[in-house]
């Protein structure tokens, strides 16, 4: 007689191998974990990304060239966004030091990749090595902010962070071989990828584009990326130990979540990120002046994770377009509102830039009080509503 | 009685050819497709699935199992559990080694765990966790023929009892597999050498008016039943197939379950899908979305019901527009009645608006988005909720059969619907009233062996002839379909000499969404009166809403508000009878009625004397002048 096999005997049939989709038209009957957790794990999702990313690609098409370059610019931004919001969004780490990161990554650009025959110094190096070059950097300067994170909480390490902002404005300052010194800047590199010059117009052979245009679709490509990525890091292990450290670090501790690594970490990615999006934001801008990394921009960058969605990704993005096109719509308003001034010297009760400055604080009081979650919120109140169609709830 | 020639046209449907039993219908589908599931059982937030072939192999191993635990040709083997896939491997396992399954609902207590395995003899239980194990260790030294228990949750049971007639389902598995190795063909054999009058199921009827019987189903009975689903004309149009998906929630002991999980799987292959518990039965249908519903009255009852409360929380705009749904669903469903549950190009073109604005939506929510095939019965329905269904384009169909006649009796078939009755007899049933006492008969292959160890009650029911007498009294309306009017022994004689059903006068009662209970008395009375419990949660709802405050259910139901409301309900009731058949007065329950307390039985329908002669005092008040207890008046 043979003994039988009875190691497995009764042993459910787990599904194993990949992520088999659910029946047809039935996408709550999940069989595989992995189909809870996918990033697009129902067909609204998926049709509604798919037609989000078409018409993203034909707004280069569709819009004048002054609005697109807001647009690029606040697609950058967002890159930059979305890495405040992973560290101060999913892992609860107040930071005000992320314009010392984006400024970081800016002249690590500048740096490597500008002209070698200049005036400062410069290496000439091409897009892929200075790109990646300026996140490194920025995340190694966020791996040496992380311990001090680890040791303070809240208040204390918005001060600490707001010291770095301060030091790192003193160093732009006055590293004037690097930076060109206050008042003068340098230039930012060029956009130039695969043989392809982004930022001069007609770069694509082939393409009749402009510079606008070009740039427009770089960065929406590049947002993608880092969205899908950071999108990834929140719903992984990580992310979820970043919230748990969020909703309470003893807490978190107990579970077993490494507070130091994942802090040290959550500076690390949100700084890598600020490098990247300085280093492209940049590009745009074309001129990179050492006193535009102050308090300001940090307090520009938490307005928007605060506008768009506190640790969420579409809402980083919502909240980065929304607050770089800030000055515009400003401007859009003052042709319709006559006691504002759309000049700094012209007439009227304030100009446009007071304007911006108001709105800005208005919107930063409302949203917090009435919608703490931002336009995310907002758009989770709408689609709620009508998922629960016909019911509330 | 068989019609040969039906049989052939079963097995050409089914495409099993000379399968034909349940056990060898499913090894059948196992050899031709072992891949596709059969069934999904959801644990820990996923659906797991089955395929036949895991079906099969499991349920030999059970029987191997058996084997190894020495349960004979003709022995019992009793089930304790929810639905779950090893429900359906210990009944088919039980059956292939020619043993017969007697299911437990899961709510019954120690006494009736007690009467139901001393009165079937079952010398194997298969209990489903420390709750069921419990309830059989309770009584279990009455019980010298029980022999063995498996459990097959092991949580708590483990290493903390130490009775040596435990046995953990894995272990009982592995017992099955050293016996198959052994023994390879053992089961095969067995399944093969079954014969038609073997005995595979004893199920317990409900037990309204005394101790529950154990009606013997034989293998043929249940080849009977699997042959009508499988059959074109018989429920299903068109007819059930693998594509079908099916969501088993009621308790499979009983008749109506077991056919439309167990039987209609095997017969047509349909995938069974098993909740987690009872208590996520809605989310549970929200995600498979079944194509063929089978429901009691009590679970249409409570999908209306939660309709209602959901709706009331709604905001304004989504309550108008709902508003408007439903006054076109109330016009759809009385034009789909008139018209037999067919559409007219009217009707469909509102349909279509309120799909898109509304009813989509809505039967998403409540997972009936992809049902093409509803069904109620088991007990009767107000036709009000049947047309709600149907208005809100559910096709539902109400359908009769009873235990005794293995499910098998009549139904309103697709676009031939007549609302009120409950059908044409299938194909191969017949079914006649009694000229004299106007009671249903139905004689088909179907019928019971008899009951269990009850010869006396086998003959008061089983006649000479073949005829089954079912206890229900009902009529023919257009010849051809059955309208049930009501059980016999609950017909209410007045004083006046007046014959009334009170289960039509429940039902509308019923129909309400804040009434759960209602049991009218009046047999040899003057008049009528009715004792009602209240829906918690609904009447619950509306309390709140207008800010009354409440504590318990008494304390709701005794508010002059609440009873105000049901005054209401009562007198739309009383506009659609006869003076005779009006409730004069009403008393509310104090407590909702509960099976562990004997006033309902393990199928939730009341148990009229028991409830009688709980709340005799009431009913006496009700019938002297004095202001009854509670009433308000």
């Known amino acids: 007689m043979t003994t039988p096999n009875t190691s497995n005997i009764g042993a459910r049939a787990y599904p194993t191998a990949g992520k088999p989709r659910p029946p047809r038209g039935r996408a709550l009957l999940r069989t595989s974990y992995a189909q809870d ?9 998926r049709w509604s990304t798919l037609a989000l990313i078409v018409a993203g690609f034909l707004t280069p098409l569709l819009i004048t060239d002054d609005l697109l370059q807001v647009l690029t610019l606040g697609l950058f931004a967002a890159i930059g966004a979305i890495g405040l919001n992973l560290v101060t969004g999913y892992a609860g780490q107040v930071s005000l030091g992320h314009a010392f990161f984006l400024g970081l990554g800016a002249y690590t650009a500048a740096v490597l990749g500008g002209d070698a025959e200049g005036r400062l110094l410069g290496l000439g190096m091409p897009m892929y090595i200075w790109l990646p070059a300026a996140g490194l950097v920025a995340a190694a300067a966020g791996l040496l902010i992380g311990p001090i994170a680890v040791r303070l909480r809240g208040l204390y390490l918005a001060i600490v962070t707001l010291g770095v902002v301060f030091l790192g404005l003193h160093i732009f300052r006055e590293a004037n071989t690097l930076t060109g010194g206050p008042g003068v800047g340098r230039r930012a590199p060029d956009l130039e990828l695969f043989g392809i010059n982004f930022s001069a117009s007609g770069g694509i052979p082939g393409v009749d584009w402009t510079r606008d245009q070009q740039l427009f679709l770089v960065a929406l490509v590049f947002l993608v990326i880092f969205g899908v990525a950071a999108r990834n890091i929140a719903r992984s292990g990580v992310g979820r130990a970043f919230s748990a450290i969020r909703d309470r670090d003893v807490a978190a501790a107990v579970i077993g979540v490494d507070l130091t690594a994942h802090k040290v970490l959550a500076f690390a990615l949100s700084s890598f990120y600020a490098g990247v999006c300085g280093a492209l934001y940049y590009t745009v801008v074309r001129v990179i002046e050492p006193t535009s990394f102050d308090l300001l921009l940090s307090v520009q960058f938490l307005a928007m994770i605060l506008i768009g969605g506190v640790a969420t990704i579409s809402g980083a993005i919502m909240g980065a377009i929304f607050i770089t096109a800030l000055g515009r719509i400003a401007i859009e308003i003052a042709h319709v509102v006559p006691f504002v001034s759309s000049s700094v010297t012209g007439g009227g009760l304030f100009n446009v830039f007071q304007l911006e400055g108001i709105l800005y604080g208005l919107l930063i009081i409302v949203f917090l009080i009435a919608e703490p979650r931002g336009l995310y919120g907002i758009w989770i109140r709408i689609r709620n509503y009508w998922k629960g169609w016909p019911f509330s709830y | 009685m068989t019609d040969a020639g039906s049989n052939h046209d079963d097995a050409a449907t089914t495409g099993l050819g000379a399968a034909t039993t349940l056990p060898l219908r499913i090894r059948e589908r196992a050899r031709r497709s072992p891949a596709q599931i059969a069934m999904r059982d959801k644990n820990f937030g996923l659906w797991e699935q089955t395929t036949w072939n895991e079906y099969w192999e499991t349920s030999e191993l059970v029987g191997h199992a058996l084997l190894s635990l020495g349960v004979q040709v003709g022995d019992r083997v009793a089930v304790h559990s929810e639905n779950r896939r090893e429900w359906l491997f210990a009944d088919v396992g039980t059956v292939a080694v020619r043993a017969a399954t007697v299911g437990l609902y899961p709510t019954n207590p120690p006494p009736e765990v007690l009467h139901l395995l001393r009165d079937s003899g079952a010398s194997v239980l298969i209990a489903e966790d420390q709750e069921q194990l419990d309830k059989a ?13 498996v459990y097959i949750e092991p949580r708590g049971i483990t290493g903390h009892y130490t009775d040596e007639r435990l046995i953990s389902w894995q272990d009982f598995l592995v017992l099955g597999a050293e016996h198959k190795a052994a023994h390879p063909s053992a089961v095969d054999e067995l399944a093969e050498s079954a014969q038609p009058d073997d005995l595979a199921t004893l199920i317990y009827t409900s037990g309204t008016t005394g101790p529950p019987k154990g009606a013997m189903l034989t293998l043929d009975n249940v080849e009977f039943a699997i042959e009508r689903f499988a059959r074109k004309e018989a429920f299903f149009r068109p007819a059930a197939t693998s594509r079908d998906i099916m969501v088993s929630y009621l308790p499979l002991c009983h008749v109506a379950e077991r056919a439309f999980t167990t039987w209609l799987n095997a017969g047509v292959g349909t995938q069974v899908n098993f909740a987690e518990s009872v208590e996520t039965v809605q989310t549970a249908l929200r995600e498979v979305q079944p194509t063929i519903v089978f429901g009691v009255p009590r679970i249409w009852e409570k999908i209306v019901a939660g309709i209602h409360i959901r709706m009331s929380g709604a905001s304004r705009l989504k309550r108008a527009v709902f508003g408007v749904c439903m006054k076109a669903a109330d016009w759809i469903g009385d034009t789909l009645v008139a018209n037999r549950g067919q559409h007219t190009v009217l009707t469909r073109l509102v349909y279509f608006i309120c799909w898109v604005i509304c009813f989509r939506a809505l039967r998403e929510r409540l997972g009936l988005r992809h049902t093409r095939y509803a069904a109620s019965g088991a007990a009767p329905i107000a036709p009000e909720l049947l047309k709600f269904f149907m208005g809100i384009g559910v096709k539902m169909h109400e359908v009769y059969g009873m235990t005794e006649n293995s499910a098998m009796g009549s139904a309103n078939m697709p ?14 049933v017949e079914i006649t009233v009694d000229e004299n006492t106007g009671e249903i008969l ?64 429940e039902n509308s009662l019923k129909a309400s969404p804040y009434v759960k209970e209602a049991v009218v008395i009046g047999d040899r009375r003057r008049f ?24 318990t259910y008494r304390d709701l139901s005794e508010k002059p508000e609440v009873r105000e409301l049901i005054q209401g309900v009562v007198d739309e009731t009383n506009e659609k009878f006869a003076q005779v058949e009006t409730i004069k007065k009403f008393w509310m329950l104090p407590k909702e009625l509960d099976h562990d307390e004997g006033e309902l039985t393990a199928t939730q329908k009341v148990k009229r004397s028991a409830v009688e002669q709980q709340f005799a005092s009431a009913i006496e008040a009700m019938y002297t002048d004095r202001v009854p207890e509670g009433a308000h008046q």
């Open chain 1, 37 to 45: 957790m996918a990033l697009l794990n129902t067909p609204a999702k």
């Open chain 2, 137 to 149: 260790l309770e009584i279990s030294d009455q019980l010298p023929q029980l022999r063995h228990i």
């Open chain 2, 415 to 428: 676009g031939r619907v007549l609302l009120g009755t409950v059908g044409e007899p299938h194909p191969g």
């Open chain 2, 442 to 505: 139905t004689r088909h292959r179907g019928n019971f062996a008899g009951y269990w160890n009850r010869p006396e009650a086998t003959a008061e029911t089983l006649d000479a002839e073949g005829w089954l007498h079912t206890g229900d009294v009902g009529e023919w309306v257009e010849d051809t379909h059955l309208k049930i009017t009501d059980r016999i022994k609950d017909i209410i004689i007045t004083a006046g000499g007046k014959n009334i059903s009170p289960s039509e006068i």
């Open chain 2, 528 to 551: 009528l009166t009715a004792l009602i419990g209240i829906e918690q949660d609904t009447v619950g709802d509306w309390a709140q809403q207008r800010r009354l405050a409440f504590t």
